[in-house]
């Protein structure tokens, strides 16, 4: 029994292995504790094993290929057409095994411990940040409900804060004054938290050379940088910039038929959170394009001029992830193009 290809469903505790032979025939199918597993596969000769990325199937896949395994992890979606008939573990492992071996499918590079522990920061720091906004927007709705209402931003609330909680303030209960002093120190404990594991963030951002080289790019801070690193490794994955763009969600939804092409907005795949610290990075270029003249910013404002803003973030955002292909992918250091010098007319020449 020659095994070619095998199929792991995975589970917190239990997994269905389905191995395949050369001709895509079933020759085995185990349930196994993930204990078992490693035993079973690590007398295994080397094969090729799929996985969905999922929990837990990093640290697998690092074990298996420590075994001397060929291991690739597959997004669930890309796994599901390959399901034959009904749903069971045993039928998804064997699906897995059959996607694994397709040339086009596309898979997703193993992380490093140090990039799952990059990853962990951002993802405790977004849940930080929403539930600090989530806390000030109750602040809010509270004051309102007593005919006060704050204009937009952190500092008019802490300025409008200050009166309301002073015991003197008879417009306000003084339930509702503990309740507030109550919110306001989740609100500072929040912005401690919060400026706490960006610290480590920026500490880790200076000290990766990766990192340090994606920030010479516009619109790349210490935030975006080690988001875009942990998440993509070198980008050796992707072919090219453009496939960079379209797996971040940045490029246009294709709806075409019959010879028709038809383009939407943008797709939104792949991480929210990546796409977005792409975005706001790009905001902040086009917010200040017009204080740095240089061949970026002059392609920003031509594009600007004849589109809605918001169309031209997108569009710089889509560039930057080229650049940042380029980057990561060949090891290279950002080379802004030179600003194209203005011909003065005979008649406008000093």
């Known amino acids: 029994?020659?095994?070619?290809?095998?199929g792991i469903d995975l589970s917190k505790t239990t997994f269905h292995v389905v191995g395949l032979d050369e001709k895509g025939a079933v020759v085995l199918r185990r349930k196994q504790s993930r204990k078992q597993l490693l035993i079973y596969t690590a007398n295994l000769p080397s094969a090729l094993i799929g996985m969905e990325a999922c929990g837990g199937a990093h640290y697998l896949g690092r074990a298996l290929e420590a075994q001397g395994h060929?291991?690739?992890?597959?997004?669930?979606?890309?796994?599901?057409?390959?399901?034959?008939?009904?749903?069971?573990?045993?039928?998804?492992?064997?699906?897995?095994?059959?996607?694994?071996?397709?040339?086009?499918?596309?898979?997703v590079p193993i992380k490093s411990d140090e990039q799952l522990?990059?990853?962990?920061?951002?993802?405790?720091r977004d849940r930080w940040v929403a539930r600090r906004t989530a806390v000030m927007n109750q602040i809010r709705g509270f004051l309102m409900d007593r005919g006060l209402t704050v204009?937009?931003?952190?500092?008019?609330?802490?300025?409008?804060?200050?009166?309301?909680?002073?015991?003197s303030n008879a417009?306000?209960?003084?339930?509702?004054?503990?309740?507030?002093?109550?919110?306001?120190?989740?609100?500072?404990?929040?912005?401690?938290?919060?400026?706490?594991?960006?610290?480590?963030?920026?500490?880790?951002?200076?000290?990766?050379?990766?990192?340090?080289?994606?920030?010479?790019i516009p619109g790349f801070g210490p935030l975006v940088s080690t988001a875009l690193t942990a998440a993509v490794g070198n980008a050796a994955t992707f072919y090219k910039g453009r496939d960079l763009a379209a797996w971040l969600?940045?490029?246009?939804?294709?709806?075409?038929?019959?010879?028709?092409?038809?383009?939407?907005?943008?797709s939104k795949c792949g991480s929210e959170y990546l796409r977005r610290m792409m975005l706001h990075g790009a905001r902040s270029v086009v917010m200040h394009v017009a204080r740095k003249k240089s061949a970026l910013g002059a392609w920003v404002e031509q594009l600007s001029a004849r589109t809605h803003r918001n169309v031209a973030v997108v569009a710089l955002a889509n560039k930057m992830a080229r650049i940042a292909w380029v980057i990561l992918h060949k090891s290279e250091r950002y080379r802004p193009a030179a600003l194209a010098p203005v011909s003065l007319s005979p008649a406008g020449a000093m």
């Open 1 to 6: 029994m020659k095994i070619h290809a095998i």
């Open 70 to 107: 060929q291991v690739r992890l597959m997004p669930a979606q890309y796994v599901k057409p390959f399901v034959k008939t009904n749903k069971n573990d045993y039928l998804d492992a064997e699906a897995i095994a059959e996607a694994v071996q397709r040339p086009t499918m596309r898979f």
């Open 117 to 124: 522990d990059l990853q962990a920061l951002h993802r405790v």
């Open 151 to 167: 204009r937009r931003g952190p500092n008019y609330l802490r300025e409008v804060l200050v009166p309301v909680l002073d015991d």
């Open 171 to 216: 417009l306000f209960s003084g339930r509702i004054r503990w309740l507030l002093r109550e919110l306001q120190a989740e609100w500072n404990e929040l912005e401690t938290r919060i400026e706490e594991v960006t610290g480590q963030i920026e500490a880790i951002a200076k000290e990766n050379e990766e990192c340090q080289r994606l920030m010479e």
């Open 249 to 266: 969600g940045l490029v246009p939804r294709q709806h075409s038929t019959g010879g028709k092409t038809r383009l939407l907005g943008i």
